[in-house]
Nanobody, 115 residues
Framework: QVQVVESGGGLVQAGGSLRLSCAAS????????MGWYRQAPGKERELVAA???????GYADSVKGRFTISRVNAKNTVYLQMNSLKPEDTAVYYC?????????WGQGTQVTVSS
């Protein structure tokens, strides 16, 4: 049984920073793509950042230069450093570990950016 748990969300003023953490526990083996997604009220879930097992990263245009995804392999943990936050970054942020055989999602953590 694999569990994926996010933490680090909260309320921050525009221009501030937050770091989200995501830890996968249980029997998780092999290579995974780690990703952060977000879903704002009334909108579809969107990919924010992704990190492949080989270290390649990708970002949504809206967060490039402000967000950074990183990981600690030994801990099956992935982070999302969010700087220069904007009110439009307000959403529930989800973590995902996936490969061709498995797809694990966390429950999400709320990020609210006040203007």
């Amino acid at each position: 049984q694999v569990q994926v748990v996010e933490s680090g969300g909260g309320l921050v003023q525009a221009g501030g920073s937050l770091r989200l953490s995501c830890a996968a526990s249980g029997s998780i083996f092999g290579r995974y793509v780690m990703g952060w997604y977000r879903q704002a009220p009334g909108k579809e879930r969107e990919l924010v950042a992704a990190l492949s097992s080989g270290g390649s990263t990708g970002y949504a245009d809206s967060v490039k230069g402000r967000f950074t995804i990183s990981r600690v392999n030994a801990k099956n943990t992935v982070y999302l450093q969010m700087n220069s936050l904007k009110p439009e970054d307000t959403a529930v942020y989800y973590c995902r570990f996936s490969n061709v055989e498995r797809d694990y999602w966390g429950q999400g953590t709320q990020v609210t950016v006040s203007s």
